[in-house]
């Protein structure tokens, strides 16, 4: 019997939920990716963020595997060393007190907002409970972190989504106040840079207008990590950049370097919400992605953190009025990029030049290993600039 190929197995039995791109993984070491087919890449997608140090990184590996050996999974009936030292590690280097452990971006949000509603329903009474998040954001896909997201083309088809989320224009700070000022907003839910909404960076006026409310108003500062946490922004969390200290800060993707985990840090104001019984995860925490996780944030120090800035600083300057680039945003290794080919074209073309690049709405996103050797660096973004430029007005003319 003819075995099917990786594509026709995919597309008769899982669910089409993907557009996935035509190529299947073989094998990868840091920044180089190799296809079935053999044919090399040099990956600037990182799987979305999360292999923060490459593929099969030695380092990592080493410490998910030490702990393979010692058991994979003990349920959080018991306690267990390396998911109790990433909470620490978590603590120390943020400021926060509290960590719940979950699998995912959409748990560690979902978590955030549980004890937000708590707080503000201990705090001020019934009644109190919504959210506000940003148009353009993004925080996950179960039926409450998609009510969270505000973003309507997510919504449409699964209503109605969990009560509770107002949404406000990260270009209206003036916004704010009229919606927190009717005195039921719990919380404001934000991404300093937004992801999926484009790779835009929160604007300092906005923050400081959050910020101010907040202090007024008693609302808990929910900052959404999952993506530009955990070094990619050039700091260890983005909400660092902008000096001020959220009460909550959910992440995952990059945390784990590569296997399933979510964490929601809680600060002083909301460390002693949860009790016992209110939350809970059979994977949450998983002693296998923890000792991953302790792993990358033992590194994530200042010369790993100042290497994010460089090679970020090397593509901004590279990528910056180049022919067929209209703009380029973001902030560390976390960037988007307006092109004047759509940005699936760019993408496809890239690939078939041996590059991986991911696409944000109309942008084209890059999302490189914080650790990605200059060399490859410097490759992949000639190759990019080729693809942006060609077919472009300059290059025919
Ligand atoms: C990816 C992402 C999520 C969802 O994470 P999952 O692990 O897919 O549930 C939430 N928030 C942001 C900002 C993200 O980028």
């Known amino acids: 019997m003819e075995e099917l190929s990786t594509f026709a197995l995919d597309s ?10 035509p190529i299947a993984i073989k094998e990868g070491k840091g920044s180089r990716v190799f296809d079935e087919d053999g ?29 393979m050996m010692l058991y994979q999974h003990t349920s959080n009936l018991y306690y267990t060393r390396p998911t109790a030292r990433l909470a620490q590690l978590l603590c120390e280097k943020t400021g926060m007190k509290k960590v719940f452990f979950g699998n995912s971006g959409a748990e560690a949000n979902e978590c955030a907002i549980k004890v937000a509603r708590k707080y503000a329903c201990l705090t001020h009474g019934e009644g109190r409970y ?6 353009g954001s993004f925080h996950g896909r179960t039926l409450t972190t998609l009510a969270a997201t505000g973003q309507e083309v997510f919504h449409k088809d ?7 989320f107002v949404y406000v224009s990260p270009k209206e700070p003036e916004a704010l106040r009229p919606l927190v000022e009717k005195g039921d907003i719990a919380a404001i839910m934000f991404e300093a840079v937004q992801g999926e909404g484009g790779v ?41 950049n902008y000096g001020i200290t959220p009460d909550i800060v959910t992440t995952a993707k990059g945390l784990g370097g590569g296997l399933p985990i979510g964490a929601c840090l809680m600060g002083e104001r909301c460390e002693g919400v949860l009790s016992f019984g209110d939350h809970g995860s059979t994977f949450g925490g998983n002693p296998l992605a923890a000792a991953g996780a302790v792993s990358i944030m033992e590194r994530l120090d200042e010369e790993c953190l100042a290497g994010v800035r460089e090679r970020s600083a090397y593509i901004f300057e590279a990528l910056s009025g180049a022919d067929g680039i209209k703009s380029v945003s973001g902030m560390g290794l976390m960037i988007g990029l307006e092109t004047e080919r759509p940005a699936a074209e760019v993408v496809a073309d890239c690939r078939e030049r041996g590059v991986l690049v991911l696409t944000a709405k109309t942008k084209v ?8 050797p200059f060399e490859d660096l410097r490759t992949a973004i000639e190759i990019l600039k080729e693809a942006c430029a060609s077919g472009t007005e300059k290059e025919n003319a």
């Open 200 to 240: 835009l960076p929160l604007s300092k006026a906005f923050v400081a207008e959050m910020t101010a409310l907040a202090r007024e108003f008693d609302l808990l500062l929910i900052a959404d990590e999952v993506q530009i946490g955990n070094g990619r922004s050039g700091m260890l969390y983005g909400y660092m």
């Open 130 to 135: 919504k959210i506000i998040t940003l148009s």
């Open 158 to 164: 699964f209503l109605p989504l969990t009560d509770g």
């Open 39 to 67: 044919k090399e890449y040099i990956d600037l997608g990182t799987g979305i963020a999360v292999n923060t140090f490459g593929l099969c990184d030695p380092v990592w590996s080493y410490a998910v595997s030490k702990q």
């Open 12 to 21: 008769e039995y899982v669910a089409s939920t993907y557009r996935r791109f």
């Open 365 to 372: 996103r890059l999302l490189p290993a914080l650790n990605i």
